[in-house]
């Protein structure tokens, strides 16, 4: 195959936004409307995929006739899959086009082949293990992701007499990624502080807490943080800073009948091949935007830790541009594919629409 030019790249796998940019690229130069794929049939999501490819190229000034196109989607079982091909070839006249796992671009930031991803996004989560760059049987998906988070602290503020529209509780959990934590201890970290006594005081136990509440009188010493709001409202986040984000281990404070995200890897690991879980365990990777909190792969790690076997090292990734992971690892996948790796138009025309392959080897 003729030497190319270089690769364009859009990532479809993340229902928030629509990344583009070029193979190698470190950042995506465009972030668009994402897909929004709850509650829309293939046909309309088709519709939604070439309306984003049209942007896609528009936004990167270029022509989807003079270079070929790598798409980073949510894996095999991804409803719109099957209709990339036809759309990449018939619609855009692409010259060659790569299709790729989410998970696997994912995992490329860290250094291995092998391992497991837990990919946060705007409404699910999803958490599959590979091997050799390839997912693997058994990839979960929950219900659950940032816009949960969200969620958990706009009713935290609604406890206080504090309403958010939708504008503000977008702004206050964009906030969250600046001033938010994971706490490594949820219970421990809500434990009220005294500041003079120092024999232990009955009266200082904290209540039980079944659901998201608040007290004054029991909020321990968290240093509290200013939260600007649209339209110039200010308001100050303390343990909400770290309340909101727990959701994402404990749903059930949001009211969500699920397990947390420590419990869907826990499964995940557990229902791989005995000899592989070593690997898996030894290598999850935490990416997606709604992974944006500190300190959520030492909460991880931590948990796994309670609950799988000591004798296995345990290894959380969370790298600083995990927001991007999925463009960033689809890129350095485009750049180092072999020639063999994209499928041409030419052979499209001459076979149909059966899907490109999904993982090229690296360069």
């Not at 990449?88 to 692409?94: I, N």
């Not at 010259?95 to 409404?123: T, Y």
């Not at 948990?303 to 992971?325: C, F, N």
């Not at 072999?338 to 999904?358: K, Q």
Request: proline share 7%.
């Amino acid at each position: 195959m003729p030497r190319m030019r270089r690769a364009v790249v859009i990532n479809l796998a993340e229902d928030e936004v629509v990344e583009a940019g070029f193979a190698g690229d470190r950042r995506p130069r465009a972030a668009l409307p994402g897909l929004r794929r709850r509650g829309r049939d293939r046909g309309r999501l088709a519709e939604s995929v070439a309306d984003a490819l049209r942007d896609a190229y528009r936004s990167l000034g270029v022509a989807s006739r003079t270079q070929p196109l790598l798409l980073a989607d949510a894996g095999a079982d991804d409803p719109l899959r099957p209709h990339l091909a036809a759309l990449a070839f018939a619609e855009f006249k692409v010259p060659a086009l790569q299709i790729c796992d989410a998970a696997a671009a994912a995992l490329r930031l860290s250094g291995k082949e092998s391992g497991a991803v837990c990919l946060i996004g705007d409404a699910q989560t999803t958490v599959a293990a590979l091997q050799d760059g390839v997912r693997l049987p058994g990839a979960i998906d929950l219900p659950l992701g940032g816009r949960h988070v969200g969620e958990a602290l706009a009713e935290l503020l609604r406890v206080r007499g504090i309403e958010l529209d939708a504008a503000a509780t977008r702004a206050a959990r964009a906030a969250l990624r600046k001033i938010g934590f994971v706490a490594l201890d949820y219970d421990e970290e809500l434990r009220p502080r005294p500041t003079v006594a120092l024999d232990y005081d009955e009266e200082l136990r904290p209540r039980p807490t079944a659901a998201l509440d608040y007290d004054e009188e029991l909020r321990p010493a968290v240093r509290r943080a200013p939260l600007a709001l649209p339209g110039g409202a200010a308001v100050s986040l303390g343990t909400e800073r770290f309340q909101a984000p727990e959701v994402l281990f404990r749903p059930s404070l949001l009211g969500l009948e699920q397990e947390g995200i420590h419990k869907a890897v826990q499964a995940l690991i557990e229902g791989a091949a005995p000899a592989l879980r070593g690997a898996l365990l030894g290598n999850v990777v935490v990416a997606g935007k709604g992974s944006m909190i500190a300190d959520i792969d030492k909460r991880l790690a931590h948990e796994l830790a309670a609950l799988g076997p000591d004798a296995m090292t345990i290894e959380v990734v969370a790298p600083s541009i995990r927001e991007h992971a999925v463009f960033i690892g689809a890129a350095e996948l485009a750049d180092a594919a072999a020639a063999d790796a994209w499928r041409t138009r030419e052979a499209y025309d001459e076979a149909g629409p059966a899907t490109p392959r999904g993982a090229p080897r690296r360069g």
